[in-house]
């Protein structure tokens, strides 16, 4: 005898049938054409059960197939193909195997195929529509982002809505810039639903903590999908402990992909030593590099040129001067390079990016510790710093509470005091 087997989910798409919620849902998040079908209801849980309850409405109970029930006559009743059924076949909620009761209106009962019938035991199932075709694959070239394109939904996802909101609540996101990212949300609507949730992923990545020094917040989130869709088709080295991996990582924290440094920038990482090179990956990926306005191979240069000097300063001695510099106005050092390093500092957009420009504009020739060096200039301008003439008392303690921590390592490696009193 046939058992009738109650499936209570099925996909909205293909109409495959499942008796448990989790297992629908495996299959609908596993299937690409049936995952892109629900659309935003796939990051909602609740409505996609619903859906795939109602979809289950619409097909029949699982039963024994027709070749089954031709099987179970053959052995558990011989000469099932005669056996009488009512003349309105079954009675309703019975599964006719061949040996169902007279009819109760009366009438003859006659063997089913003479009524016409399906052969008993068989159960008339309904034919599901035949699955959307899969998203088109990428040409031989991976275009970048053509897959998503031709996927789009032409609408924001509203889970990614309800993050960026949320993101206000949690200290990531101030109200202002909230609402000016309302502005670069049609940009994400051109893209898939699962574009769009790694694009927010990637732009809450840094943190609260690093994300409040990213000044333009909608740039940077223009940079997070550009990075979102092209990684479709690039692959990203996932070894950090090469140097190519361990830059290509640093450059992946800041959505940036190889292709943002030139042939000149990667030639001059890989002649570095291996300390030299990991200071590199290292300063890249505390660094901002969304807050760049230049090109970013220019910058890379600078910070590469910084990280020179810091790494030739280890075993050394500390610079020293040979005697104390005559003590001067604050105003006798404007033009010079601890004023113009200082200058730049106190922007807040980009300062990174200025004061590694003055620090690399440095005469070479200018020994630490001798005229014209940070650290003689520091000491020179000691008494007016005190007196309150200058923007601060110490660059150390400005470039400290700026975050630049590199270029902390830089005033130091010149032979600046970390304890000095501020």
């Not at 479709?232 to 640093?250: F, I, K, Q, R």
């Not at 113009?340 to 807040?348: D, G, H, K, N, S």
């Not at 650290?375 to 150390?396: K, Q």
């Amino acid at each position: 005898m046939a058992i009738a087997v109650r499936r209570t989910y099925a996909c909205p798409t293909c109409r495959e049938s499942f008796t448990k919620w989790g297992l629908c849902q495996g299959h609908v998040r596993a299937s690409a054409p049936c995952r892109d079908a629900v659309g935003d209801k796939l990051h909602d849980p609740d409505a996609l059960q619903e859906l795939c309850r109602n979809a289950a409405s619409v097909v029949p109970v699982a039963g024994a197939s027709e070749n089954s029930g031709s099987a179970n006559r053959a052995t558990a009743n011989p000469g099932a193909s005669d056996a009488v059924c009512p003349a309105g076949g079954p009675p309703r909620g019975l599964i006719c195997n061949g040996s169902s009761p007279a009819a109760p209106c009366g009438l003859d009962a006659l063997p089913c195929s003479a009524q016409g019938l399906l052969p008993c035991g068989a159960i008339p199932l309904a034919v599901a529509p035949p699955p959307p075709p899969p998203p088109p694959p990428l040409d031989v070239q991976h275009v970048p982002g053509r897959a998503a394109e031709e996927t789009a939904p032409k609408r924001v996802s509203v889970a990614v809505v309800k993050r960026l909101d949320r993101a206000v609540h949690t200290g990531h996101l101030t109200e202002t810039e909230r609402h000016e990212l309302d502005g670069r949300l049609e940009d994400l609507a051109e893209h898939s639903f699962i574009v769009q949730t790694a694009t927010v992923e990637k732009f809450l990545a840094p943190g609260a903590g690093d994300l409040r020094w990213i000044a333009d917040k909608g740039k940077w989130l223009l940079r997070c999908l550009r990075f979102c869709v092209r990684t479709t088709s690039v692959a990203l080295a996932d070894n950090e402990s090469s140097p190519t991996g361990a830059l290509l990582a640093a450059l992946a924290h800041h959505a940036l992909l190889p292709d943002a440094l030139t042939k000149v920038c990667w030639d001059a990482y890989m002649a570095f030593p291996p300390a030299l090179q990991r200071s590199v990956a290292a300063a890249i990926r505390s660094s901002i590099l969304v807050n760049v306005e230049g090109a970013i191979s220019d910058h890379f240069l600078n910070l590469v040129e910084n990280e020179r000097s810091i790494h030739d300063s280890e075993g050394r001695s500390i610079p020293q001067m040979e005697r104390w510099p005559q003590q001067l106005e604050w105003d006798a050092i404007d033009g010079t390079p601890y004023h113009r390093v200082l200058q730049q500092m106190m922007f807040r957009q980009n300062r990174e990016e200025r004061v590694l420009r003055e620090l690399c504009d440095i005469d070479p020739a200018i020994v630490p510790g001798g005229p014209g060096s940070l650290l003689y200039l520091h000491t020179a301008t000691a008494g007016a710093r005190m007196l309150g003439s200058a923007e601060v008392l110490s660059i150390l303690h400005a470039a400290a509470a700026t975050g630049l921590v590199r270029m902390c390592a830089r005033l130091i490696a010149e032979g600046l005091d970390v304890d000095e009193r501020a």
